[in-house]
């Protein structure tokens, strides 16, 4: 009798975690998209050259967008002149209104030599943004001079928020839609692209203090687009703190009239929350089941 009782047990749990794996495996895996998608940006940002300039004598850098993080800075110079100067001074423009080395900017002499050592100079070094914006190289040289700026930017800002979906048949009503793409775009031309979960929700991980256009989309419903600024962030009490932006998507104008003239029901529209809600109450319920009947042979 223990032995039977034994498997009967042993069956049912393994029934119970099959419940739950199955019925609760593809609502984590869709909820934990953004997340993966974030991660998936740390690696491909790292270590990014955003500048290679070139000269000879004195001259300075074509501007570049710098975010938040160490900027390493390896420079060349090659002269057979051994009676003069060289140095390089980094000039930042922090608040982004095309004055550099203000009161309240960065303009610091990285990196300096004389006589010998500049007949062939090779060195990097290094330097950290904390608040980012536009940056560029001043260089006082003799001879032939090349800078190549590589950056190592540290995630700092979170866009985040919610976005709902009309229903065909009833457009006033709006709820919660999942697998909507949401696209980041900095003023600098750098991406970050993330989907809505199961309830609409979405999280993106940016890095500099610059402004970005985001759009929502979905088949079948009109894009949205919002920018949030650089004053925005600047504006939040915590710098960790998400920003939030939350959006409404309309059904196109054909999706509407062929769901009014083919009289399709709302839960054909493709993202829409019904069709989990209905999947997470079936795995309810039989858990439910299953646990009573648990119950019930754990006590005869």
């Known amino acids: 009798m223990s032995t039977t009782k034994s498997l009967i047990q042993s069956f049912f749990v393994k029934l119970l975690t099959l419940v739950l794996l199955f019925g609760f495996g593809n609502i984590w895996l869709t909820s934990s998209s953004g997340v993966v998608a974030a991660a998936m940006e740390l690696d491909l940002t790292a270590g990014k050259v955003v500048l290679t300039a070139s000269?000879?004598?004195?001259?300075?850098?074509?501007?570049?967008?710098?975010?938040?993080?160490?900027?390493?800075?390896?420079?060349?110079?090659?002269?057979?002149?051994?009676?003069?100067?060289?140095?390089?001074?980094?000039?930042?423009?922090?608040?982004?209104?095309?004055?550099?080395?203000?009161?309240?900017?960065?303009?610091?002499?990285?990196?300096?030599?004389?006589?010998?050592?500049?007949?062939?100079?090779?060195?990097?070094?290094?330097?950290?943004?904390?608040?980012?914006?536009?940056?560029?190289?001043?260089?006082?040289?003799?001879?032939?001079?090349?800078?190549?700026?590589?950056?190592?930017p540290i995630p700092k800002h979170t866009i985040s928020g919610n976005i709902r979906a009309a229903l065909p048949k009833n457009p006033d009503i709006m709820v919660v839609a999942d697998k909507v793409n949401v696209v980041a775009t900095s003023s600098g031309g750098q991406v970050y692209e993330t989907m809505t979960n199961y309830v609409g929700d979405y999280s993106l991980k940016v890095y500099g203090y610059t402004d970005y256009t985001i759009v929502a989309s979905l088949p079948d419903f009109e894009s949205e687009t919002a920018t949030i600024t650089r004053a925005d962030l600047l504006a939040l009490e915590n710098q960790v703190w998400p920003i939030k932006q939350n959006f409404d998507l309309n059904l196109a104008s054909t999706t509407s009239d062929l769901a009014k003239s083919t009289g399709s029901t709302d839960s054909d529209v493709a993202g829409l929350l019904y069709d989990n809600y209905l999947l997470v109450g079936i795995v309810v319920l039989l858990v439910i089941i299953v646990l009573i009947i648990y119950i019930k042979r754990k006590k005869s």
Not at 68 to 96: C, M, R, W
């Open 55 to 152: 000269g000879s004598g004195a001259g300075e850098t074509p501007v570049f967008e710098a975010t938040e993080g160490p900027l390493k800075v390896k420079i060349t110079h090659q002269t057979e002149n051994v009676n003069s100067y060289f140095g390089v001074n980094f000039q930042s423009d922090a608040n982004l209104d095309g004055e550099f080395c203000s009161t309240q900017e960065y303009c610091n002499l990285l990196i300096q030599a004389g006589y010998e050592a500049i007949q062939d100079f090779d060195e990097t070094a290094e330097w950290s943004s904390f608040i980012g914006g536009k940056g560029k190289f001043t260089v006082d040289a003799p001879g032939d001079w090349q800078i190549t700026v590589t950056q190592y």
